[in-house]
C-alpha cells in the first residue's frame, strides 16, 4: 500500500508562516503530479495546489495566490508547500495527494478523484 507522509503542520498565528512537507516512494514521486488540499470542519475537502512531475508548472486556488507556494525536491521524493501570511481561514487539516499526469491545465489536477494516493493529513491552526 503506497503511502504518503505529511508533516509540519501546527498552530501559527495569522501572519505567520508554516512549511507542509509529503514524503512519497519513488517510484509514484518520480511521475506524479503532487497536490495539496484541505479540509475545515464541516466542510468539503478543497483543492489548494499542484505542481506537475514533467515540467513542474504550479496550480493555486485563487485564495491562497501569492501567499503559498508549491514545490517539489525530486532527488529527496518530497513535495512541499510554503504557506506566508496565514490567516485564521487557512485552518484545516491538510492533505498531500500523488495523481497521474494525465491531462494538462487547471482543472485537470483541482480535482481530487484524479489523485490515486493520498497521505493522513496534518492539521493546520491559525489564531487570530
Known amino acids: 500500500q503506497v503511502q504518503l507522509v505529511e508533516s509540519g503542520g501546527g498552530l501559527v498565528q495569522a501572519g505567520g508562516s508554516l512549511r507542509l512537507a509529503c514524503a512519497a516512494p519513488?517510484?509514484?514521486?518520480?511521475?506524479?503530479?503532487m497536490g495539496w488540499f484541505r479540509q475545515a470542519p464541516g466542510e468539503e475537502r478543497k483543492f489548494v495546489a499542484a505542481?506537475?512531475?514533467?515540467?513542474?508548472?504550479?496550480y493555486y486556488v485563487d485564495s491562497v495566490k501569492g501567499r503559498f507556494t508549491i514545490s517539489r525536491d525530486n532527488a529527496k521524493n518530497t513535495a512541499y508547500l510554503q504557506m506566508n501570511s496565514l490567516k485564521p481561514e487557512d485552518t484545516a487539516v491538510y492533505y498531500c495527494?500523488?495523481?497521474?499526469?494525465?491531462?494538462?491545465?487547471?482543472?485537470?489536477?483541482?480535482?481530487?478523484?484524479?489523485?490515486?494516493?493520498w497521505g493522513q493529513g496534518t492539521q493546520v491552526t491559525v489564531s487570530s
Open positions: 495527494a500523488a495523481g497521474p499526469e494525465l491531462c494538462s491545465g487547471y482543472g485537470c489536477y483541482d480535482n481530487g478523484e484524479r489523485y490515486d494516493y
Open positions: 519513488g517510484r509514484i514521486f518520480s511521475t506524479y503530479a
Open positions: 505542481i506537475t512531475w514533467s515540467e513542474e508548472t504550479t
